[in-house]
């Protein structure tokens, strides 16, 4: 469909908490996630939500497959998640760099739980219930934190594992999300 501009942190809008998503099949819904997609694999993110695009419901996508910025990462199958909900399977976090496509340039070192059980529904209103770690749980935390109007920066510990991205890591040309 189109590439649709990414909210930059600072934008109000991505503070608010998304609505749930109550219209699954619709040719709304469905063009939003051509939407997401198209601006997410533009962009080589590895996820997106829809607060992303000035968009306040709760839908986040995601995938991992040979990512360039991220080449030590499992791959991810694509997924459409709405209305999710993330239940911690251990009290076990792990802190590790996260960049986000609102948050360009930068780097921070982010604490997310190790393993997760997350719920929700696919764009057609299917159950979709998985248990997941590393990577792919870390993904889904970050999506889903733009739910609720939480940006990486706001989960840091240590401001100090906070910067730009090619300073940090200048041989990497300062990749983001």
């Not at 749980?137 to 594992?161: N, S, T």
Request: hydrophobic share 40%.
């Amino acid at each position: 469909m189109s590439v649709r501009e990414v909210l930059r942190m600072g934008d109000p809008r991505l503070l608010q908490r998304a609505e749930p998503i109550t219209n699954f099949g619709s040719r709304e819904l469905q063009a939003l996630l051509a939407d997401m997609r198209d601006t997410m694999h533009a962009l080589d993110g590895v996820g997106l939500a829809a607060p992303q695009i000035g968009v306040g419901l709760r839908v986040v996508i995601f995938e991992v497959n040979a990512n360039q910025r991220y080449p030590d990462a499992e791959s991810v199958p694509q997924t459409v998640l709405i209305n999710p909900i993330l239940t911690p399977l251990s009290d076990a976090m792990e802190e590790d760099w996260e960049g986000c496509l609102s948050v360009p340039g930068m780097r921070g070192r982010v604490p997310r739980y190790t393993q997760l059980r997350y719920q929700g529904r696919d764009e057609n209103g299917g159950v979709i219930d998985r248990t997941v770690s590393g990577f792919h749980a870390r993904v889904v935390q970050h999506e889903c934190d733009h739910l609720d109007g939480i940006l990486y920066p706001m989960r840091l510990l240590d401001m100090r594992q906070f910067g730009f991205s090619d300073v940090l890591f200048p041989d990497q040309n300062g990749q983001d999300e």
